[in-house]
């Protein structure tokens, strides 16, 4: 029987290299950015915007599509499955003392979540801690750009995938103790899902693949009142689902739909970017994850997890082969893939520490140094370059338009409205909260170019150069002028506190 002391120890140790994961993770992901915690990406940018109205009115309720099929429209759609995220980002603009400067630390706190989401899910596989801790460390070799999303933006896909693991969790321990369902479990499985229906309804649907996938591969699960309740209350969530979807497009809901499973629509944004298998995940991951995979195949319980990482794959190849994504978009699927992947790394490694158990004396000091080794390969492995330019771009505010910001934040309130150009249009509606031209968002979603300042369309303020004879200029902050409206602006306030 193991003794206390040695009990105590070993724990500490366990705590102590769990701590030097959370911090090579959160090193290794966001190290990139040298310090500047502001938004990165079009998507943050926007999520602030929209979680600013939200604090405003007080309402949190859909927006109305506006803007072209593949741009705008398309972006407020897919925001409007989204809005329990919003209020999540309206939460941290009014808890973090500086919530623009330091938001990359809401990325952080979704990273430690998925990364204790591929530890908890590890464990509850059968590995062991060195193990699992391994598989959570995998998710610091992940890359992040524009097109792929990734672990070093607070976007809704970083958060559901940690969600996704613990949900998982909860339905292996739900599964495996059947009657006698434990409180806690319960509770996860119904924050978590309820979590992801509100934030991103995607990895709700790959939630029930899964337990789909582990039904057919356990029958007997079906026989179990857990799984029979959850499938009606999922049935019942579907229904209410397309309902929802086809109401939102009565004219055309077959359509629609359709649409909503097969997507087909951004292969002009991808068809210049050929993806490769290890800029989605690191050479070394994927080496040790086909060795999991492969073992996960021997046990039909353990199927549904060489799915996580052999079904991205083979829908990788579907989309470059055919130019279809069936449910995921193709440039998504590396989310997806880097998840299995440090699911079965985790089930590689463990049959690794296994067999080098059994190798005689000092087995214990091999297996330490031997999972040191992978552990220093998988953090010092290089990654590629991204496979396009426009991949690697940072979206940031100069300090000028900051100060530009502020001025006009402090001056005006809703419902004023401003005309931008598109460089200046996402910082601006984030930064004071005010409502920008959608032209202008359009134009940056899909390339084009925005239309010319419709001098009657009656924005209240312009940016930048004004033709308008209806138009007198208001200031001028380093260089860019702004105009408003010869009429008295809406909304007029003084003083207010700027986020930045």
Same mark, same amino acid.
């Given at each position: ?71 705008? $429209? ?11 995220? =919003? ?41 062991? +801690? ?52 434990? +409180? ?13 229906? =509100?934030? !991103? ?30 499938? $009606? ?10 309902? +929802? ?68 794959? $083979? ?14 978009? !193709?440039?998504?699927?590396?989310? !997806? ?65 900051? =100060? ?66 209806? !138009? ?12 408003? +409206?010869?009429?008295?602006? =809406? ?10």
């Amino acid at each position: 029987m193991e003794r206390p002391a040695t009990r105590c120890l070993r724990g500490l140790s366990y705590a102590g290299v769990g701590s030097v994961v959370a911090i090579a993770l959160g090193a290794m992901v966001l190290g990139g950015f040298s310090g500047d915690w502001r938004p990165s990406h079009f998507d943050e940018w926007r999520s602030i915007a929209l979680a600013e109205r939200f604090i405003q009115s007080g309402a949190l309720t859909p927006e109305t599509p506006v803007g072209s099929p593949n741009g705008l $429209a398309r972006d407020i759609s897919d925001r409007n499955r989204s809005l329990g995220f =919003v209020a999540i980002v309206a939460a941290w603009l009014q808890l973090a003392p500086e919530p623009i400067r330091l938001y990359k630390g809401l990325a952080l706190l979704f990273l430690l979540i998925y990364g204790a989401g591929v530890y908890s899910l590890s464990r509850k596989l059968g590995t062991g +801690r060195w193990a699992a801790l391994f598989g959570a460390l995998t998710l610091a070799s992940l890359p992040t750009d524009t097109m792929l999303l990734g672990p070093a933006l607070a976007v809704p896909s970083s958060l559901s995938l940690g969600l996704l693991c613990f949900a998982l969790v909860a339905h292996l321990d739900l599964s495996a103790k059947e009657p006698a369902w434990p +409180r806690g479990s319960i509770a996860l499985l119904v924050a978590t899902t309820g979590l992801l229906a =509100v934030t !991103y309804l995607l990895n709700l649907v790959v939630f029930g693949a899964l337990v789909a996938l582990d039904t057919l591969c356990r029958p007997a699960l079906a026989r179990t009142h857990y799984l029979r309740s959850l499938a $009606a209350i999922g049935f019942l969530g579907l229904l209410i689902l397309l309902a +929802r979807e086809a109401g939102s497009v009565p004219d055309d809901a077959t359509g629609h739909l359709g649409k909503l499973l097969l997507l087909d629509q951004r292969w002009h944004l991808v068809s210049v970017i050929t993806y490769t298998v290890d800029y989605m995940v690191a050479p070394p991951v994927l080496a040790l994850a086909s060795v999991g995979a492969l073992l996960s195949l021997r046990r039909p319980s353990h199927f549904w997890v060489a799915a996580t990482f052999l079904g991205p794959l $083979a829908a990788l190849g579907g989309y470059v082969a055919w130019e279809k994504g069936l449910l995921i978009p !193709y440039q998504r699927l590396g989310l !997806y893939l880097g998840m299995g992947a440090a699911l079965c790394a985790a089930l590689g490694v463990q049959q690794i520490l296994v067999g080098l158990r059994r190798s005689g004396p000092g087995s214990a000091w091999i297996r330490a140094v031997a999972l040191a080794l992978l552990a220093l390969v998988v953090m010092a492995w290089p990654r590629p370059a991204p496979p396009f330019p426009r991949t690697t771009r940072l979206d940031r505010p100069g300090p000028a338009l900051e =100060v530009l910001a502020r001025r006009i934040a402090s001056s005006y309130g809703p419902p004023t409205t401003v005309w931008a150009a598109p460089g200046h249009a996402m910082y601006l509606e984030a930064l004071t909260g005010l409502q920008i031209a959608p032209s202008a968002l359009d134009a940056l979603l899909t390339g084009h170019a925005p239309p010319a300042l419709d001098c009657e369309a009656g924005w209240d303020l312009v940016v930048g150069p004004c033709p308008c004879p209806n !138009y007198t200029l208001a200031f001028a902050q380093s260089g860019v002028p702004v105009f408003v +409206r010869t009429e008295p602006p =809406v909304g007029t306030r003084k003083n207010r506190p700027s986020r930045p």
